[in-house]
């Protein structure tokens, strides 16, 4: 089976009654959201479709491939902790890591200065 061709296929994949849910069609786990089930059934199929140019690994997983980037230096961290230099795609894990790992260093200043600056800067 091609792997492409399977996620095409999940277009097609109706949801669980709850209107949110959706079964894998190969182990039957039931996985929230119709973007969590293309990527598990990736693990299935060995779908690999993003792929880095410079060191020839492929990955299946959009984020892991995004922090990959930007181990490499390509992609820019939006957010990235000062304190272990743990990498974040989205805000709200970065703050979520904050909270949780670094309480005493915790404070609006740190998050201040992980943020991108968008004030006075407007992209045409
Ligand atoms: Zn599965
Ligand atoms: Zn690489
Ligand atoms: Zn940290």
């Known amino acids: 089976m091609d792997p492409a061709e399977v996620e ?3 277009k097609n994949i109706d949801p669980l009654p709850d209107g949110k849910s959706y079964e894998c069609m190969f182990c039957k786990r ?15 199929t060995g779908y690999k479709p993003l792929h880095c ?10 984020s892991n491939f995004n922090k990959h980037l930007i ?20 805000k709200g894990d970065f703050k979520k890591h904050m909270q949780a790992k670094h309480l005493d260093a915790h404070n609006d200043e740190m998050i201040a200065r992980s943020t991108p600056k968008r004030k006075h800067h407007v992209r045409r």
């Not at 929230?32 to 059934?41: D, R, T, V």
């Open 8 to 10: 095409k296929s999940i």
């Open 30 to 44: 039931v996985i929230s959201g119709k973007y969590n089930l293309k990527i598990h059934i990736r693990t299935h």
């Open 53 to 62: 140019n410079i060191c020839n690994h492929s990955w299946r997983d959009p």
């Open 71 to 90: 181990r490499h230096g390509v992609r820019k961290s939006r957010y990235n902790c000062s304190i272990c230099s743990k990498i974040f795609i989205r």
